[in-house]
């Protein structure tokens, strides 16, 4: 574990990630948003915290690299933590779950991950958008769908804080149906399903992913995004 922007991360490396806990272990891939929000949000600070939170982002990555020369820690973002869980589900016949994204990228997030990973059992479902915190029957009817596949990990894709607040409001519930590992992912399933495309490796090395995305699907909520973001260096 290291402390870096006032935060604890210890989710340094895929086996810190993947290594078996009593309950549920709660995944939080930080980047420079989630530490601006975390400053404003305490429950969101606490989760992190809590949980086993990891670098997402190139920007905070390096700077942590910076603080911490001497610990060996990986960068480790939802959109590849997808594709390491699938594979260590793969080959350990576990489960996953998809929850999230909308119909058309989950579905089609679950059918490419099936393809990439032959014998992996991975389901999911995408309910309507709405406020969160959502209805008691909404909850009910997300936690039945959740049992009925019964899986090992559950990547959770509504999008920044949401996803967090609602797997640590649901966390005794679904480690008393055997869900091992949670894991908010943002919007990880429109990238697996081909619906948006990643940054070119060269930006994702100068942490200009937001800003392609930005280029890419041009909406006040990415330039908001940008803006919260740049107010990192504050806390670094």
């Known amino acids: 574990m290291i402390e870096f922007a006032g935060l604890k991360f210890r989710g340094l490396t895929l086996e810190d990630v993947f290594e ?7 995944v939080v891939t930080v980047n420079a948003e989630y530490i601006v929000r975390a400053h404003e949000n305490p429950r969101l600070r606490q ?3 809590d949980a086993i939170a990891t670098f997402d982002g190139q920007v ?5 690299r910076w603080r911490h020369p001497r610990t060996k820690f990986e960068k480790i973002p939802g959109s590849e933590l997808i594709y390491d869980l699938c594979s260590h589900a793969a080959a350990n016949a576990e489960r996953i779950y998809l929850l999230g994204g909308s119909e058309q990228s989950n579905r089609a997030a679950a059918r490419k991950l099936r393809e990439l990973y032959p014998g992996l059992q991975v389901e999911g479902h995408s309910p309507a958008q709405m406020a969160y915190p959502f209805s008691p029957e909404v909850n009910r ?21 949401k996803q967090d607040f609602w797997i640590d409001d649901q966390r005794q519930a679904l480690a008393a149906m055997g869900v091992r590992l949670a894991a908010g992912i943002g919007g990880t399933l429109d990238m697996v399903s081909g619906q948006l495309r990643r940054a070119p490796k060269w930006m994702q090395t100068l942490g200009l992913e937001g800003v392609y995305r930005l280029v890419r699907e041009p909406k006040l909520f990415r330039v908001k995004r940008l803006i919260t973001s740049a107010r990192f260096f504050r806390y670094v």
């Open 20 to 26: 078996t806990r009593a309950g549920l272990t709660q």
């Open 47 to 49: 989760i992190i915290d």
């Open 60 to 64: 905070p990555y390096l700077c942590a």
């Open 141 to 161: 009817d997300l936690l039945r769908r959740i049992e009925a596949f019964a899986p090992h990990h559950l990547m959770v894709a509504f999008g920044a804080l």
